[in-house]
Each structure stands twice: as C-alpha cells, then as structure tokens.
C-alpha cells in the first residue's frame, strides 16, 4: 500500500486513477494538485482526495508515489517544477500517451532529483474530458504500458506496475521507443483514418452521412475525441506516425490499383488477411 | 397487406425479411426458394415459411410480390430465371447494395414480362451470415434504400416504398447512380479503410494488436466482414468506389504533408473537421 499518493492536474484520467486508488484502498491518503483555483476548491469536497495543494511543489513534498496527468505537452515543465521537492526515493509516474520525448525529458530533470522517474500510459479514455466524469472503473483489464529507462531501479519499477495492477490494469513493461512505435500503428493511425473519414464525409452533403449505418459510426467514433490532445501526440510521436502513415499509404494504394486493374484475386485476399487478423483480435 | 410473397435465395437478409413480414403480418402467404435441397428440407419446418418451392419460377408463379436476395452477383441471372413466369403486376425487388448495373439489367430483362421491378437496398446487416442467423427487427429504424427507374409506375414504388416501412426501415427514394456514389462514401470507403488497417496491422507483430484499446476495435470492426460478399460490391461499384478512394487518398496526403511539415494549425482544423463531423452523426 502506498502511504501518501499524489495526483497533480487531474483530467479525466488522473480523477480516474485517484478514484481508483481509493476505491481499492492502494493509497493511504490522496493529494491532489490541480491548475485551476476553482477546481482546487471543488476537489476539496470530493471523498477521494484528502488534501488539495496549492501548488505543485506543496503537493510532492511528503508523496511517496505521484502520478503526473496534464496533457502530454505539460509534463515536462511540470517534471521541472518537483523535481527539486520530492523526497528521497519517491517515484514519479505519469498517463501520457507517447513516451519517448517525455522520458528523454525526465532523465535530465531528474538527475540531481532524490526521485525517480518511470513512464506509464493506461490505454483508456472516453469520449468526456474533465474530472467531473472520472470513473474509477476505467483502467479495468485495460493494457497500461510501463516504461522504465535502463538506470531505473528494478523495485521503483515493481512499484510502478503494481501501481496499475491493483488497479486491474494489464501490465506491458516496455522501451520507451517501442512503444511509441507500437502505439502509433494501434491507436494514432486508426485515429487519423477516422479523421479523414470525417473531412471526407464533412465535405459532403450532410444527408448523406445520416443515412449511414452502424459500419461508419464505428469506424469513425474516435474521429470525436478532442483535437487538442491530438495536436499534442502528433507533436510529441511525429516521427513514428509518420512511418506508420506511409506504410499505410502504400497498402491503400494498393489496394486502389488491384481496384482499378480489376485484380480480383489480389483484392480477395486483402479482404481476407484484413478479416483474419480482425477475427484475430480478443473481444 | 400482400396476399403472396416471394423471397428467393435467403441469407440473413432475405429470411430476415421473411421474419419480419411474417411477425408483422405483412403478408398472408410467404413463398420461400433457396438453391441448396437441405436448405429447402430446414426452411418447411420454419412458422414463417409457408411454402417451399422447388424452383425459382415456382416461387413466382403465383406470387404478387418477389425479394430476391442471393448475393449482387447473382441478382441477374436469378431475374432472367423468374421474367417469363411473373404474374400481370407482380412487384420485383431485391436486397442488393449496388443498384446500378442491377437496375440497368433489370431494365432489359423485365422488357418483355408482365411484372415490375424496383430495386431496393436495405442498409442492414450483422457479422453473421446465412438464414439461421436471421433477425425480424433486423430492418428496424435502418435506412432503406429505394431506387426506381424513371419508368417505374408510382404505384408500384408506392408498393414496395410500403414494403419497407412496414417492417419499420426508413425509406429514401433516390437514383440508382446517386444510390451507388453515396455508398461508396459512406460505406464501401469505410469498409476498404478498415480493410487495410487490418492487413497493415496483421504485418505486425501479433502481439501489437492485443495491446489496443477499443478505438482500434471499432474502427475495424467491418474489416471482419464476408470477402465474397465484398468483392462483388467492389465489382459492381468499382468506379464510384475508385472515386471516393481518390478523394480519401488526397485528404489523406494533405494529413500527411502537414504533419512532416508540423503545419499544427492545418492539423488542428483537419482534426476539429472530423470532430465537427462525427458529433453531427445521430446516435
């Protein structure tokens, strides 16, 4: 169990986590650090946050464990910031959803810091935003990636995944650039495909899409996710998004060619190696 | 009320429709004829089958209105059978995604018959496949598509746009053409995107795709959908399909471009674009 949990810029997903926390008794007492005066003021009243802090630092100072949950850009200048207040051992986590920038980050601003930094990413979400809609069931036999640099101690580590586990999430420990290589095939290219789908069909007339069934609405449900986060992961992946992309390009392409060269042969077997690895996917 | 009804070559949609007009009372009498003997044996011991025919102009000779439902592919010759055997002012109509070039073969077919055919297209459908699977309420709330050739007479449009609504789908009578370039956006471009993410992503490690979350579960669930049954709508809607995919391609590079040239303010309108989109879909 961890003694003093804190939580600093609680959305949606760092609400979750001290909702979770406390639901399941993993933390002792829960301190919570958020931006905005007037969120501070109504965390105050929620059950699973017994102290609000008034500023980043005051939130560190006696935390055993901290889970860093602004928006991936805002990491690292919140890393800054404690760095210089953790005690002796404490062990730093966050919830962004690319690694690699922000664990270069962490390994310089942590160096001459008594803490330590392990990088999580808990593949969970909803379509709301804010931590007025956390939910403490969200990490629930949900893959969360953990990433530790090569320095980092193996017992900060086992802290960190047990961390997510007894929050019932599935732990994957993995390098930083590969699982930013990973996530963008499995989460940012099927994001961008659902995007074009809706400029596509945004430039079309709007009865068009009403008409469509449950195929469209599935395939472009995360087209509605927001945009600022977004901006934020190509920002932060662009590289590895990029690779992905062009691979998906040139298989599309493909595809359009053997279409418009009449290769039904070709085509038929697109169609299914699509649906063998579809049916291969765990419900 | 139709006195007899015809349904020829049920799959999951043509015995779902035979469920649905059976339960609803649409029809005093429904005919069933499927190619396959043993199918004939199962469907005579089904409450919504009143009596199995043994060949497709048994099926019809007496009957007022007729649903052919075999695969797009196979519309044609199944109408060519059924044309000399039509009673005066038997109703034609079928179950098939593309509408054109069946319309167009309809056209020359039904020249010299004492019947009428309308096209229909009924946006529905389930990841099972074949009559066991069939559902009544398959059609409920679904957008049925109705596409009459200009000289179609009202009344029997009238009949078959009735058709429909009596088993609860809402129905739009449009052009074949204008049918066949709205479906290719709105669900053979999505199919195809799903497609494709599915044979990129079954390239990678088979690991990767376990991790995801349900974003990319969504946005491929199609992709599982019967390669046979999509071959012949790319046959059959081969060029629309090329058009859309060249629209998509296009936007799709533009996403690219901006993104290696971290043109963020392009990326934020593209990604607020497919937001605005997606939120105006009805639920």
Redesign the interface.
């Known amino acids: 169990m961890i003694n003093r949990l804190a939580i600093l810029a609680p959305g949606l997903l760092g609400a979750s986590v001290a909702r979770a926390a406390h639901d399941r008794g993993v933390a002792r007492h829960i301190t919570i650090w958020a931006r905005r005066p007037e969120v501070r003021v109504a965390l105050a009243d929620q059950p699973w946050c017994q102290t609000v802090a008034e500023t980043p630092r005051d939130a560190v100072a006696e935390a055993d464990f901290i889970v860093l949950a602004p928006p991936v850009a805002r990491i690292g200048e919140l890393l800054e910031q404690i760095a210089p207040a953790l005690r002796e051992g404490a062990i730093v986590t966050d919830v962004g959803s690319v690694k690699s920038d922000i664990c270069r980050v962490a390994r310089q601003t942590m160096e001459a810091s008594a803490g330590v930094f392990v990088g999580s990413h808990p593949?969970?979400?909803s379509a709301q935003t804010g931590w007025q809609h956390a939910e403490p069931g969200l990490f629930v036999n949900?893959?969360c990636?953990v990433t530790p640099e090569a320095s980092a101690s193996p017992s900060a580590v086992e802290t960190v995944v047990r961390f997510w586990r007894d929050l019932d999430s599935e732990v994957?420990t993995i390098d930083a650039n590969k699982h930013d290589e990973?996530v963008a095939?499995?989460?940012h290219?099927?994001?961008?495909?659902?995007?074009?789908?809706?400029?596509?069909?945004?430039q079309?007339p709007?009865e068009?899409?009403?008409?469509?069934?449950n195929?469209?609405?599935?395939?472009?449900?995360?087209?509605?996710?927001?945009?600022?986060m977004?901006?934020e992961i190509?920002?932060q992946n662009?590289d590895e998004?990029?690779r992905?992309?062009?691979?998906?390009?040139d298989?599309?392409?493909h595809?359009?060619s053997s279409?418009?060269n009449?290769d039904?042969t070709d085509?038929?077997t697109?169609?299914?190696?699509?649906?063998?690895?579809?049916?291969?996917?765990?419900p």
Chains 1, 2 share one sequence.
């Open positions: 593949m969970a979400g949900r893959t990636f994957v990973i095939h499995i989460s290219l099927p994001q961008i495909v659902a995007t074009n789908l809706g400029t596509l069909l945004g079309s709007a068009w899409s009403q008409l469509s069934g195929g469209l609405k599935d395939t472009t449900r995360i087209a509605a996710s927001d945009a600022t977004w901006i190509l920002q662009r998004i990029l992905a992309l062009n691979a998906f390009e298989d599309l392409h595809f359009k279409l418009a009449r039904w085509l038929r697109r169609l299914e190696r699509g649906k063998t690895w579809r049916d291969s996917l765990r």
